[in-house]
Every structure is written in structure tokens, then in C-alpha cells.
């Protein structure tokens, strides 16, 4: 499915996943097996204490992973089959970055690796996923 354009992965990221506007996430770079976004330090994924909630780091990390996945399939669709993430520092300064980039892609399954680091670059967590590739059926009208 690659090539992507950032504006309008960040358009239809938008418009049909709302948390990822909540949480003010940006895409920055997409590009074959690789994809990377930004987000703020904001309100909206604070925890008590002002720390990054592990929530919002998850789900950013599943959506950039998902991202970087998305260039390299040839499928109808992709589901997420697991996300392991290690929370190694807390989040305290942003703006965040996190990076996503293909480990391996077999012929349905495909396993991605990323990454969230602080405004200075401290690394806040690392994440290890797979996603399985879903098939059009042959004479699907999609």
C-alpha cells in the first residue's frame, strides 16, 4: 500500500480514529517500513502527577507500528495480534516522538518495533508487535 502522503495519512488518521486528534497526534514521516509521529504534552494524556499515561503511549505506539506495517501491505486490510510495551522512563517533556519500523514482514504476519522518546530523547518506551494481514477473498467486489 505504500506510498503514503503524511497530510493525508494525518487527515484520514483524523477523521475516523478521534483519540488520535485528542491525544494531538501528528504524523511526521512515512516511508516503506517506517513511519513516525509527534504529540504533545498536553493535558489530554497526562496521568495524576503530570506523567505520560501508559494508555496514550500504547495507543501511539500501535498506531505508528500499524503505520509502518500498513506500507509494506499488500492485503485488504491489518489487525493488531499483539502489542508487548516496556515502559522505561516517565514521560515528563514533550513533545514526544515515536518511531515505528518493520522487523519482518512473512506472508500474513508481520512484526514491528518502535519506539517513544522525550524532547530530550530520553527513551520513554519500547514496544514489540505483530499484525496479522487480513486477504480479499478472490471476487470480493472491494
Request: net charge neutral; aromatic share 6%.
Amino acid at each position: 500500500m505504500y506510498p503514503l502522503d503524511v497530510e493525508r495519512a494525518n487527515s484520514v488518521i483524523w477523521e475516523t480514529e478521534p483519540i488520535m486528534a485528542f491525544i494531538g497526534y501528528r504524523v511526521v514521516e512515512i516511508s516503506q517500513g517506517r513511519a513516525c509521529a509527534e504529540f504533545g504534552h498536553g493535558k489530554n494524556v497526562q496521568r495524576i502527577g503530570g506523567v505520560l499515561h501508559g494508555g496514550v503511549i500504547a495507543a501511539v505506539l500501535d498506531e505508528t507500528l500499524g503505520m509502518a506495517v500498513l506500507t509494506v501491505n499488500d492485503g485488504a486490510d491489518q489487525v493488531t495480534v499483539e502489542l508487548k510495551v516496556n515502559f522505561l522512563e516517565a514521560g515528563r517533556e514533550g513533545p514526544y516522538r515515536v518511531c515505528g519500523q518493520v522487523v519482518r514482514r512473512g506472508g500474513r504476519i508481520v512484526v514491528a518495533e518502535g519506539e517513544v522518546r522525550d524532547a530530550s530523547g530520553r527513551l520513554v518506551a519500547k514496544a514489540l508487535g505483530t499484525w496479522y494481514i487480513l486477504r480479499r477473498e478472490v471476487g470480493a467486489g472491494r
